[in-house]
């Protein structure tokens, strides 16, 4: 088992460089929730971003202090989407890691992560559906509603998620031009299409029209530290279920298509299926298009 940082992989594989992480944190009031996700942090990433939705709380002083090195990009909108595509635009490393500031997702699985992309992925996305994976947070309504939508998903795009809702996700920037994130200024601090919560769906769905290798890995997700979520699931998740009709017959991601595959990860056991749920990941190659 590697010994929780990125360089340990590359000694192991004899691999001529380290791949440079970016990780890639949206905050908005988290100040108290920022001295526990810095401090799980690996030691040796190449470069950690939180983009900032207008806090009113010292999240940025907060980040400063923990990190005299982190980055901070103020998002140009409102919104997790805007955030996230604005603290993209800024990335310089190898591989970009999307994590929460809240202390729901555990930064030291990010040496999981990456070992997923080294080993050939293109794309790790985290799952708490799968052996390994679990939750703390998701309700029971929530859990329901996002086995819909992996059927959905599954449906449209010919994939097999099985935990399309989760925003732990790590991936080669060289992805992020199938992404085609609006990261603009337009002139507007509202919310746009694909601003909020259903960035992750678009994501998803993105990858998997541009034909990335795909794998999901294996992810724990902790209950909030600290404040209260925006998550709301009814509005929220009808959003996801418009984000995926709207991806199924638009032509973002088509560009970059590839060969499509989706494993779990090599170093995890055999999958359990989430609980009244039929399908099972496993690797699908040459997966029809979406």
Not at 50 to 67: F, P
Not at 117 to 138: C, E, H, V, Y
Not at 266 to 273: F, I, R
Request: charged residues 25%.
């Amino acid at each position: 088992m590697p010994d929780g940082t990125v360089a340990s992989l590359f000694r192991e594989s004899r691999a001529p460089r380290a791949p440079r992480v970016s990780v890639v944190i949206p905050t908005h009031n988290e100040a108290r929730n920022l001295p526990h996700v810095f401090s799980l942090l690996p030691d040796d990433l190449h470069e950690v971003i939180i983009v900032d939705g207008h806090s009113v709380d010292d999240t940025v002083a907060t980040a400063r202090s923990l990190r005299s090195d982190v980055r901070v990009v103020h998002q140009n909108r409102k919104g997790k989407g805007n955030a996230m595509a604005c603290g993209f635009a800024e990335v310089t490393g190898d591989i970009v890691v999307m994590l929460d500031a809240d202390g729901s997702a555990d930064p030291r699985e990010i040496p999981r992560f990456v070992e997923a992309l080294t080993s050939g992925a293109d794309f790790a996305k985290g799952s708490r559906f799968i052996n390994g994976g679990g939750s703390d947070d998701i309700t029971r309504m929530r859990a329901w509603g996002n086995r819909w939508l992996n059927r959905t998903v599954n449906v449209l795009f010919g994939t097999r998620y099985s935990d399309l809702c989760y925003g732990y996700n790590v991936f080669w920037a060289h992805c992020l031009p199938a992404l085609a994130l609006d990261a603009e200024d337009r002139g507007t601090t509202g919310r746009l299409w694909g601003d909020g919560f259903e960035i992750e769906t678009i994501i998803n769905t993105r990858v998997a029209k541009a034909g990335l290798r795909i794998v999901e890995v294996p992810s724990f997700e902790f209950a909030r530290i600290h404040g209260q979520s925006n998550l709301n699931t009814w509005r929220d998740g009808m959003r996801v279920l418009r984000a995926l009709l709207v991806e199924r017959v638009n032509g973002t991601g088509r560009a970059a298509r590839r060969r499509t595959s989706i494993d779990v990860a090599a170093s995890t056991a055999a999958p359990t299926v989430p609980a009244g749920d039929e399908q099972t990941p496993a690797r699908l190659s040459g997966a029809r298009s979406a």
